[in-house]
């Protein structure tokens, strides 16, 4: 029996039947008094997807039957739920996968974080986590059955997605913002219990190690044979060269929280971590609403982490190109009325200054480059998706080290020059350095 096939029998005959035993999984509505719960059938596949997943997901169908009093008749009630599991590693990639903190930080988001917001419908449904050692289970609702689903691009969102997500982020940042302001003390307590999720730590594999050096060279080669080639100068991409000779330590330092600015951060916000519905009647293939999920890499951060990974991984330079501005304009917006709503200003000019958009367009010069650091290793295996194994290496270091150099072929060398272009327009307005 293979690992999914092993976990896939967990959750078929411990886990569910479990929950539904003490209650987690029930009827939507009251029972009548002296009813009581079984569980009827369950069925479970392995949830096929076209993005990269670090869990192993499961699609699961749980029927239950009520037991009622007699003389009453009741129907049975169909309950779709994603449960995620680790994947079978050893415990060096366990713990370097901080699986436990991921674990941990998303039942925070789920218990904690979202009900203080208040608009728990903007979320999939939360009913179980646990964790053990090497290995980890959470239990969410199917939000596929309520008609979100995952944009068909896995790259490149066309500027309709890219509007809709940068909305529903700064509407999210600014309802933390407004928590952060006006419930302080509740704000203070729920970021106690965050854990770094990825760089508490030295990266360990030294492979993944020698993949993200390699990634911001092929960056810099990459503008200088593109049509940026002559717009930046070499001084600068020196200084870039410098500033990723350890992108870990430059991760590191950059998710540092630094206030005023510092906010509750998704962690992780882009295309893989999202999903969308479509309600247009006349234009069916149109998004109309946005929501994110999975809040593992949860972190008090600067807003301008989810909001650069998001720039660097979902979206592409055909569309930043023509509307860089009005991209962050839009998310700003959200963001400043929606803090001004809930502390009750009429006006979000009467926000505290830290709150105005050049104090945000700055933040945005300032992170750019972790967005990017990001991109410049993870955007290859989106463009050109490979085996992930955890429990042996695919590549020796040596093949990782060329595979990097190629994956994703020339769009991606066009993508990550683009980047490198915008990264220094914003530093030159503002008249930094590569930090």
């Not at 569980?39 to 239950?64: A, D, Q, R």
């Not at 870990?248 to 962690?267: D, N, Q, S, T, Y």
């Not at 998004?287 to 720039?311: C, E, G, H, N």
Request: hydrophobic share 40%; with cysteine; net charge negative.
């Amino acid at each position: 029996m293979n690992d999914t096939s092993r976990k896939e029998a967990y959750v078929r005959d411990v886990l569910i039947p479990g929950m539904v035993a003490r209650g987690e999984l029930s009827f939507t509505d009251d029972l009548p008094e002296g009813a009581t719960v079984q569980l009827k059938s369950v069925e479970v596949k392995p949830l096929v997807t076209n993005g990269f997943m670090l869990t192993i997901p499961f699609v699961v169908t749980v029927v239950l039957e009520q037991n009622p009093p007699p003389g009453e008749d009741t129907e049975p009630e169909t309950l779709h739920l994603i449960v995620k599991i680790t994947p079978e590693c050893n415990e060096e990639t366990y713990e370097s996968c901080q699986f436990e903190t991921l674990f941990e930080n998303e039942m925070v988001a789920y218990t904690e974080i979202i009900p203080s917001l208040g608009e728990a419908e903007r979320y999939p449904r939360y009913y179980h986590c646990e964790r053990k050692p090497m290995e980890a289970v959470m239990v969410m609702s199917d939000f596929s059955f309520s008609g979100w689903k995952m944009a068909p691009m896995v790259v490149n969102l066309p500027l309709d997605y890219i509007m809709l997500a940068v909305t529903e982020l700064g509407r999210f940042h600014g309802e933390c913002y407004g928590m952060k302001e006006a419930r302080r003390s509740q704000f203070d307590s729920i970021i106690a219990k965050f854990k770094e999720s990825r760089y508490a730590a030295d990266i360990s594999d030294l492979t993944w190690k020698a993949v993200m050096t390699v990634a911001p060279k092929r960056a810099i080669k990459s503008l200088q044979e593109s049509r940026f080639q002559g717009l930046v100068p070499a001084a600068y991409l020196e200084k870039l060269a410098r500033l990723y000779a350890d992108p870990w330590e430059h991760a590191k330092r950059k998710v540092v929280p630094r206030e005023p600015l510092a906010v509750i951060c998704h962690g992780d916000y882009l295309r893989n971590n999202m999903a969308f519905r479509y309600e247009d009647a006349k234009d069916p293939d149109r998004p109309t609403q946005v929501m994110m999920f999975d809040f593992q890499t949860l972190r008090y951060a600067s807003p301008m982490i989810d909001y650069t990974v998001f720039l660097a991984n979902s979206t592409g330079y055909a569309e930043r190109e023509h509307h860089f501005e009005t991209i962050f304009r839009t998310y700003h917006r959200e963001l400043v009325q929606t803090v001004a709503r809930i502390v009750d200003v009429s006006d979000p000019t009467e926000l505290p200054p830290y709150f105005s958009y050049d104090s945000f367009h700055r933040e945005l010069a300032e992170f750019y480059s972790y967005g990017f650091n990001i991109a410049s290793s993870f955007l290859m295996i989106l463009h050109e998706p490979m085996e992930i194994s955890f429990t042996e290496n695919i590549f020796t270091e040596e093949e990782s080290v060329a595979d990097a150099w190629v994956r994703g072929g020339e769009p991606l060398n066009r993508e990550l020059a683009a980047m490198v272009y915008e990264m220094y327009q914003l530093h030159q307005k503002y008249g930094l350095d590569p930090v």
